[in-house]
């Protein structure tokens, strides 16, 4: 084996995993009929589809994640601790980094008529942002674009809208369709929207392009809902989830994505093998020109060159 192909045999960049951070609960929120869809079947039908992510977000109820937690001890499945809020301004996902911190945040919040159809949270939805940033947690708005949803609740461009969408704790806006023209991004056709998406990278110093992430999840009520959406945690741990759906942009297959270096996913995957391969002839040339070549430094040379499109496997 030559000392390219060691190198092109490294991690070579993102994995990604299925995953469904949307599931409802019998017994946690109060429109759902399915008595199959306990926390323990939940787990076990993610195992069985495939799924390495989930979270159990039913309305403004929690009582369902521990169990679903305990389920999912010592399996391939890693249950992240979620809650899915009925503000007055629309629904909110709300995914905390453990149980302990889901509780605390609950905890915090005005929740009134539990367990009824008119179960609501009272908080206003800044403070709940607020609260889900204190707790190291993150916040995605949920179904923008139908009815209970944010763009819905709240249209235009109101201050208090800039200020929802630009909060440091909001990472991401989930669509029904994936045809949803919502991005607040370049090619939104609402050209207020597109201003407010410029504010929030002003006002959090992003990069041009570091867009709130547009996903998909089932919004499960019953067994046969449940699907995949694709993400790329840098291992299997909630705290890698924040990063991951940050760098995100775009919304994944509902089929769930494969290993961004996959040979079956197209023209972009062996554009990168190229470019990799490229990047690996130039770093040993460089090396050779200064000292002889061994093994550990021709590696390391190397992998210099392909860091920046690297990331941590599971």
Known sequence: MTVIDEVLAQPTGARFFRA?????????????????????AIVQTAKTEGLALISITDHNEITGVEAALRAAKGSSVLVVPGV????????????????????????????????????????????????LKSYGGFGILAHVDIKSGFETEVPGASPHKIDVISHAALLGIELKQPSSPISYAEGDPDGDRVKIGKTRIDRLQLGSKQHLARVQNSDARDASSSSGTGTSPDGSSVSAL?????????????????????????????RARRRRRAQAHRSVEATRLRRPVTRESSLRASRRGCARSASCSR
């Open 20 to 40: 469904d951070l949307h599931i409802h609960s019998y017994g946690g929120s109060h429109d759902v009929s399915d008595v199959s869809m306990t926390p323990e």
């Open 84 to 131: 899915e809020l009925s503000t007055s301004d629309g629904h909110l996902l709300c995914y905390l980094p453990t149980l302990e911190t889901l509780q605390r945040f609950h905890a915090s919040l005005a929740i009134v008529d539990r367990g009824t159809q008119n179960s609501r949270c009272q908080t206003a939805i800044l403070e709940c942002l607020n609260q």
């Open 242 to 270: 924040r990063p991951a759906v940050a760098r995100c942009v775009t919304i994944p297959s509902p089929q769930g994505l494969l290993r961004a270096d996959d040979g079956s996913r197209g023209r972009a995957p062996r």
